[in-house]
């Protein structure tokens, strides 16, 4: 059975750092790709950033391009999200999705989710 889960959330100021992981068990390949997405309250689900099988691309949202990275290592089944000059607007639910091969903004064709871990940037 395939599953997600993420870990790495927290309370952190203004201009913090994070580094949230989504580590992934009972996949068969690495043919697959990983994104985050995140989802504050009262807000919809957005796509954050995605890798893609091979790590051949990734992408970012505008609004975190220059501050978020993403890696993965593929020994450990995990891929990371560094978080850097986090923003009180970044608070929200992140969590991590699966679908094959290639990245899509679409939430719906994702097929595996975590739980989701909650990144709380405050003062």
């Known amino acids: 059975q395939e599953q997600l889960a993420e870990s790495g959330g927290g309370l952190v100021q203004p201009g913090g750092s994070l580094r949230l992981s989504c580590a992934a068990s009972g996949f068969t390949s690495d043919n697959y790709a990983i994104a985050w997405f995140r989802q504050a309250p009262g807000k919809e689900r957005e796509a954050v950033s995605c890798?893609?099988?091979?790590?051949?691309?990734?992408y970012f949202a505008d609004s975190v391009k220059g501050r978020f990275t993403i890696f993965r290592d593929n020994a450990k089944k995990t891929v990371y999200l560094q978080m850097n000059s986090l923003r009180p607007e970044d608070t929200a639910v992140y969590y991590c999705?699966?679908?094959?091969?290639?990245?899509?903004?679409?939430?719906?064709?994702?097929?595996?989710w975590g739980q989701g871990t909650q990144v709380t940037v405050s003062s």
């Open positions: 999705a699966t679908r094959k091969y290639y990245c899509s903004g679409f939430g719906s064709t994702y097929g595996s």
């Open positions: 890798i893609s099988a091979s790590n051949v691309g990734t």
